[in-house]
């Protein structure tokens, strides 16, 4: 069985542009959501999406953005991208209908914004 | 505010001795206790996990203990392994969100 994947994997940009970060959820999981990882301040929760609806975000600000299609892949969009953007960008996959089921994470997608 | 109290920062241990990792958290709505281990370069992989309805849990070399009154849950890994060397994470959940721990890093001589 595939694991979660993530695209791509590295990617460089400059301040003020945008980039799109893909997800592929294990096969069956409707749950999708994704985690910044970065030195300072380790690993924080972005948002959560099940069957195409948010049902939680974390404060980050409105730049950052998600969505989920119906075949249960995932985007993550940042825009106006800033120096403290850097990170690693994770995504987590899960079967979503219980708040205590298993988390899977993918290998990530590292962002340099320079 | 970090929602979930990690400590020690890093430990090392020798190959065969015991690594303990402890957590301590404050909000009682959390209903699932993960622990990830990282690599370098790779995404956390999901280790052992409890609910609080459950004092322990055993898997393998590796055991979560939790103390649901003191708010607190801890790893322990026996038999170290030099492999075991990684980075790992408690983490809580509650509304499909998890709220990670900052880590600490193991390393195992052999």
């Known amino acids: 069985k595939a694991g979660v994947t993530q695209t791509p994997r590295y990617l460089i940009k400059t301040r003020g542009q945008q980039v799109t970060l893909s997800c592929s959820p294990i096969?069956?999981?409707?749950?999708v959501s994704w985690y910044q990882q970065t030195p300072g301040q380790g690993l924080q929760f972005l948002f959560e999406?099940?069957?195409?609806?948010?049902?939680n975000k974390g404060n980050f600000p409105g730049r950052f953005s998600g969505r989920q299609f119906s075949n249960s892949r995932s985007e993550m969009n940042v825009s106006t991208l800033e120096l403290g953007d850097s990170a690693l960008y994770l995504c987590?996959?899960?079967?979503?209908?219980?708040?205590?089921?298993?988390?899977?994470f993918g290998e990530g997608s590292r962002l340099t914004v320079l | 505010q970090q929602q979930v109290k990690q400590s020690p920062q890093s430990l090392i241990v020798q190959k065969g001795g015991i690594s303990i990792i402890n957590c301590a958290y404050e909000n009682t709505a959390f209903d699932y206790f993960p622990w990830y281990q990282q690599f370098p370069g790779k995404g956390p992989a999901l280790l052992i996990a409890?609910?609080?309805?459950?004092s322990e849990k055993k898997e393998g070399r590796f055991t979560i203990s939790f103390n649901k009154s003191a708010k607190q849950f801890s790893l322990h890994i026996m038999d170290s392994q030099p492999g075991d060397s990684a980075t790992y994470f408690c983490?809580?959940?509650?509304?499909?969100?998890?709220?990670f721990g900052a880590g600490t890093t193991v390393t195992v001589r052999a």
């Open positions: 983490a809580a959940r509650a509304d499909y969100k998890l709220s």
């Open positions: 987590a996959s899960s079967q979503g209908t219980s708040n205590t089921g298993e988390l899977f």
């Open positions: 999406y099940f069957s195409e609806t948010q049902r």
């Open positions: 409890i609910r609080p309805d459950v």
């Open positions: 096969s069956g999981h409707r749950s």
